[in-house]
C-alpha cells in the first residue's frame, strides 16, 4: 500500500507563506492523483488542491485559487503546497491523500492519507 508523510506545517502570520510537502512511499506506481485536504477544528475535512501525478491536470478549491500552487516531483515521490497570502481562516490541519483511480474533490475517492501537519496562522 501507499504510505504517505507529510511535512512543513506550523506557524506563521496572516500574509506569511508555508511549504507543506508530502512524500509518498511504496506501490507509488500506483497511484493516480494527489491531493490536499484541511480539517478546522470542528470542521469536516475539505477538499484543497489535486494534481494528476502523470501531470497535466490540477484542480483548486475557490477559496484558495491564486494562492495556493499545487506541484509534484515524480523523481522524488513528492507533492507540494506552497501556501502564499496565508489568511486566518487558513487555520487547520492539512492532508494529503492518494488516489488510485480518479481525481475528485470528494475525500471518499482517496485510499490513503498521511497523518496530518498543523498549521496555524496568526492575525
Known amino acids: 500500500q501507499v504510505q504517505l508523510v507529510e511535512s512543513g506545517g506550523g506557524l506563521v502570520q496572516a500574509g506569511g507563506s508555508l511549504r507543506l510537502s508530502c512524500e509518498a512511499s511504496?506501490?507509488?506506481?500506483?497511484?493516480?492523483?494527489m491531493g490536499w485536504f484541511r480539517q478546522a477544528p470542528g470542521k469536516e475535512r475539505e477538499f484543497v488542491a489535486v494534481?494528476?501525478?502523470?501531470?497535466?491536470?490540477?484542480d483548486y478549491a475557490d477559496s484558495v485559487k491564486g494562492r495556493f500552487t499545487i506541484s509534484r516531483d515524480n523523481a522524488e515521490n513528492t507533492v507540494y503546497l506552497q501556501m502564499n497570502s496565508l489568511k486566518s481562516e487558513d487555520t487547520a490541519v492539512y492532508y494529503c491523500?492518494?488516489?488510485?483511480?480518479?481525481?475528485?474533490?470528494?475525500?471518499?475517492?482517496?485510499?490513503?492519507w498521511g497523518q496530518g501537519t498543523q498549521v496555524t496562522v496568526s492575525s
Open positions: 491523500a492518494a488516489s488510485l483511480s480518479s481525481l475528485k474533490r470528494a475525500p471518499s475517492s482517496y485510499n490513503y
Open positions: 494534481i494528476k501525478w502523470s501531470g497535466g491536470t490540477i
Open positions: 511504496k506501490r507509488t506506481f500506483s497511484i493516480y492523483a
